[in-house]
């Protein structure tokens, strides 16, 4: 068997995503680099396009031209909730790239959320193969059946793909690995990382690096779509993780680590040994992470992450209105959320909320329980959203009859409520802004308040934030007006 040269791909442009580029903070294609790091383990001719900070869809032409690959790859990122998001900027990129590599000879593969969703859409606009779900080794069992020229396409699991006949087949679902260190690490030597070290120092002034330790939430928010991980949660081992923070460290000379995922350290007794890893090779890094409510009032934990160097959490509390979450199936409480608000602040570690609006059969007074609980609770951080139905989830199925037309956003900041609710769309783009300079105000008012408590601790930053309020404060009124003007609207 002769083996063959790959393209890996992804469909990911910062720039086609305003709000992303402005705030600065991109994150390696983290999902791609362990579909190439496996291929490559395997035998086969690597390289990578990496997209982030491409001009346009049509920039990968060159590399393709210059490589002449058998097999172009688009492989988007699952581990990254912006791919996640099947935003139609990615999604026409997508298709641009598909046909570039089709007209220049390439067998055409693709991997993504979106692409799981709507695989025939994908093949109609010239994929030869979608991966369904998690696709590494459906990935490297296809390539070698293809290399081989031995027949066995049909028999491999996770895959659709057009017959001769033009009828679509789709093959039975891939069950996900549950052993992820029999993955190697991701080919983090692809990526240039200097656009990404320069591009983070400039907007933070550190440096970020994504990892991911877990695949899966076991949880079942009815809003919540995992095509590619699904139900299920596997777990790498610590010191698989700390291995790769090693690597990391020395090649990179990372500041700060994201641990994108969905939930981190869930698996009992995880963090307390991770924790023991790090202070134990003397790692020195801070890190985010992503977790739950109700896991993050176990103050072990708590502790274990401060130990290893937990800087932020964000937590999905989503709304500040139980009826709310008991609709989302979210199986936390409000008590939870203002418990493990309290305990991450004692241990020093900036609790961070994601904030939804606009769920099936939200009021007025369930949106004004939520910006209570925000104000009174004070995170460190809010990121809001509005609901976003996306298929395969239970809330879809709930709204799609009143979807308009349009059913994903274009990019990550159009905030489009797009099914039919108590409010026009209009009113919770607006809510957004509203939520937010309340958010900052009262944010300005504790500062002032510890102040007068403790004039000692004047310093430069304080006045600034103390000035702050006063800018703030008109901002605030009028955002008021205009939401009440789209309520009755």
């Given at each position: 068997m002769q083996l063959k040269n790959i393209l890996l791909s992804h469909s990911y442009f910062l720039r086609l995503d305003p709000k992303q580029f402005k705030t600065g903070q991109p994150y390696a294609p983290l999902g791609t680099l362990y579909a190439a790091a496996l291929m490559r383990e395997n035998g086969y001719g690597v390289s990578l396009f990496d997209n982030m900070f491409a001009q346009g869809p049509m920039d990968v032409v060159a590399k393709i031209e210059q490589s002449r690959p058998d097999f172009f790859v688009l492989y988007d990122d699952g581990f990254n909730y912006l791919t996640k998001m099947c935003l139609t900027n990615m999604r026409e990129a997508a298709f641009t790239m598909i046909a570039a590599a089709k007209q220049r000879g390439c067998k055409v593969i693709v991997s993504s959320s979106d692409a799981t969703d709507h695989y025939a859409q994908y093949i109609a606009e010239g994929a030869d193969f979608v991966l369904i779900g998690e696709a590494e080794i459906t990935l490297l069992e296809l390539v070698n059946a293809i290399a081989t020229s031995n027949g066995t396409i049909e028999q491999i699991e996770g895959l659709a793909f057009k017959t001769n006949d033009g009828s679509i087949v789709k093959t039975p679902k891939r069950q996900v690995l549950k052993q992820l260190d029999t993955l190697p690490l991701p080919a983090w030597d692809l990526v240039d990382m200097a656009p990404y070290k320069k591009m983070w120092l400039k907007s933070t002034g550190y440096f970020s690096i994504n990892i991911g330790t877990t695949r899966g939430c076991p949880f079942k928010c009815n809003w919540c779509a995992k095509p590619i991980y699904g139900n299920r949660y596997n777990t790498r081992s610590p010191e698989n993780v700390v291995q790769e923070l090693k690597l990391l460290k020395k090649q990179f000379g990372f500041d700060h680590i994201w641990f994108c995922d969905d939930i981190f350290?869930?698996?009992?007794?995880?963090?307390?040994?991770?924790?023991?890893?790090?202070?134990q090779e003397k790692l020195q890094f801070k890190f985010k992470i992503q977790a739950r409510a109700d896991l993050l009032v176990e103050e072990n934990y708590i502790q274990a992450l401060a130990r290893a160097g937990c800087d932020e959490v964000w937590m999905g509390a989503e709304s500040g209105s139980q009826q709310i979450l008991d609709a989302m199936d979210k199986g936390t409480t409000i008590q939870q959320i203002s418990a493990a608000t309290t305990m991450l602040k004692k241990h020093?570690?900036?609790?961070?909320?994601?904030?939804?609006?606009?769920?099936?059969?939200?009021?007025?007074?369930?949106?004004?329980?939520?910006?209570?609980?925000?104000?009174?609770?004070?995170?460190?951080?809010?990121?809001?959203?509005?609901?976003?139905?996306?298929?395969?989830?239970k809330f879809f199925e709930k709204v799609k009859a009143g979807l308009?037309?349009?059913?994903?956003?274009?990019?990550?900041?159009?905030?489009?409520?797009?099914?039919?609710?108590?409010?026009?769309?209009?009113?919770?783009?607006?809510?957004?802004?509203?939520?937010?300079?309340?958010?900052?105000?009262?944010?300005?008012m504790q500062t002032v308040k510890a102040v007068f408590k403790q004039p000692t601790a004047l310093s430069p930053q304080i006045l600034k934030r103390s000035a702050a309020l006063v800018y703030h404060l008109p901002g605030l009124y009028f955002a008021k007006r205009k939401l009440n003007q789209l309520e009755k609207a």
């Open positions: 350290g869930l698996k009992p007794g995880w963090v307390q040994l991770f924790a023991d890893l790090v202070v020093g570690i900036k609790p961070a909320f994601f904030i939804q609006f606009g769920y099936l059969g939200e009021t007025k007074e369930d949106i004004m329980q939520t910006i209570r609980m925000i104000n009174t609770l004070l995170p460190n951080n809010i990121g809001i959203s509005v609901s976003y139905p996306l298929p395969g989830t308009t037309d349009k059913t994903n956003w274009t990019d990550s900041d159009e905030m489009q409520l797009m099914f039919k609710n108590t409010y026009q769309p209009a009113f919770y783009k607006q809510l957004y802004k509203y939520v937010h300079k309340t958010y900052r105000v009262h944010k300005d």
